[in-house]
């Protein structure tokens, strides 16, 4: 060793030498495992890192699929378009408003009946 790193050493040594670290038997048996239980509870814990941003922005974009994809049809819950009770009328605009046919139609005559009376 140099003289300036022996100097160190010998000063780390005499903050330290106060201080005694009990648990090194454990510490060495967690960062290198010898059995297989002791490896496998290096694997469990292992500290991952995930990002965040990815992972939320996956998340939004998945969620939106499940809620936009039901929704998709009609408002009938989930009936096909021919198959709501409404399939099978039309819609017609008269004096800017729009009506179902079949109610205008009523609504028409109702009017020529009260007219004529």
Known sequence: MRPEQEFIRKKLDEELGD???LKSAEVLERTHPRSWRAKL??????????????????LAV????LFVVPF???????ERRG???HADRQLVEAGGNTY??????????????KDQS
């Open 72 to 78: 998709k049809g009609d408002v009938y819950k989930g």
């Open 41 to 58: 509870r290096a694997i469990w814990n292992y500290e991952l890192e995930l990002p965040l941003i990815p992972i939320s922005a996956s």
């Open 100 to 113: 179902w046919k079949d109610d205008y139609e009523k609504a028409v005559e109702d009017v020529e009946i």
């Open 83 to 85: 198959d709501s009770p």
């Open 19 to 21: 201080l005694h670290f």
């Open 62 to 65: 998945l969620l939106a699929i």
